[in-house]
């Protein structure tokens, strides 16, 4: 779906945001491109939606290559390229429906057809009942259900998400990540999802490339990243997003991956060192716990299992 060979990006002013990216999307997959602020994320989006062109090296989007393409053949590339935003991006005048037929309107769909697909897609993501409300009339859920249903108008066959949930709350946030793999599941399109939160990689993603100025550092199986982060700033991306816990004096919060989750045999040996259980997700096949540990107390001498911190 996607192919990046040895690109390069330098903006104007000499900014180097991209170096020597080669990274592959396969068709189906649902991708999360992870990185700080200033990682180069947004460049790698533009680059994929021919918003920008490489300063060396080739990027090809469904087999295409972008830069090298013009007028009517571009179009029809990056008419099959969805994209969802963190700010929604809708007109505050146009009510939902009227934003979702929008992308229609622009590829001049005759009205009755423009009609049943705005209807379909509305109700794709659960928005039927709202058609006819304005921006200001919907929550930041519903708006950015919208920007997926005006997403989704032209049938696209990658669907690139950028930072879509970082506005929304936890629960609403999940939602929409639920929502978009649902989509996935009935269409059959590929995802690419930008964020900075690990915790949209382990909700919603397969594969994930992480980025650190400008250079990807590790990429694979969301599982396998998830559970073994080789790079350092894989394991503070990890690592940043602390669960809300009181600490008693003297108490430390510590992350730590446990093979085979948690078991009778690694609860008994937590509740013998007086070490609290803060949180725990599930990864397949091992879990990602938070701890709260005693002073002096270290996770894996009283784990004694095999733990990646
Ligand atoms: N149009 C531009 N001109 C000059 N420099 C730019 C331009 N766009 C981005 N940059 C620079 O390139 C680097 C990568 O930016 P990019 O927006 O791709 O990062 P990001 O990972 O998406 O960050 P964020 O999460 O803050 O959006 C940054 O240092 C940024 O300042």
Known sequence: MIEFQHVH?????????LQDLSL????????????????????????????????????????????????????????????????????????????VALPLELAGVP????????????????????AERYPAQLSGGQ???????????????????????????PATSASILRLLRDVQTKTGLTLVIVTHQMEV?????????VMERGVLVES???NEVLRRPAHAATRALLNAHKPDVTLAPHETLARVTIEGGLGTEVLARLAAS????????????????????????????????????
């Not at 009205?111 to 709202?130: C, H, I, P, T, Y």
């Not at 708006?143 to 949930?165: H, N, S, Y």
Request: proline share 2%; charged share 25%.
């Open 9 to 17: 990006k330098t903006y104007e002013g000499g900014h180097v945001a």
């Open 24 to 99: 592959e999307v396969k068709a189906g997959s649902a991708f999360g491109i992870i990185g700080e602020s200033g990682a180069g994320k947004s460049t790698v989006t533009r680059l994929i939606s021919g918003l920008e062109v490489p300063s060396s090296g080739e990027v090809r989007v469904l087999g295409q290559n972008l830069a090298a393409l013009a007028g009517r053949e571009r179009r029809a590339v990056q008419s099959k390229i969805g994209m969802v935003f963190q700010h929604f991006n809708l007109l505050a005048q146009r009510t939902a429906a009227g934003n």
């Open 111 to 130: 009205k009755k057809k423009r009609d049943a697909r705005v209807r379909e897609v509305l109700d794709l993501v659960g928005l039927s009942a709202f």
């Open 143 to 169: 708006k950015q259900r919208v920007g997926i249903a005006r997403a989704l108008a032209l049938e696209p066959r990658l669907l690139i998400a950028d930072e879509a949930t970082s506005a929304l709350d």
């Open 201 to 209: 990689v382990r909700a919603a993603c397969t594969h994930v490339a």
């Open 220 to 222: 694979g199986e969301a």
């Open 274 to 309: 007086k070490v609290r259980v803060v949180s725990v997700e599930p990864i397949e096949g091992a879990a990602d716990v938070w701890l709260a540990l005693p002073e002096g107390v270290n996770e894996r001498a009283v784990l004694g299992v095999e733990v990646a911190a």
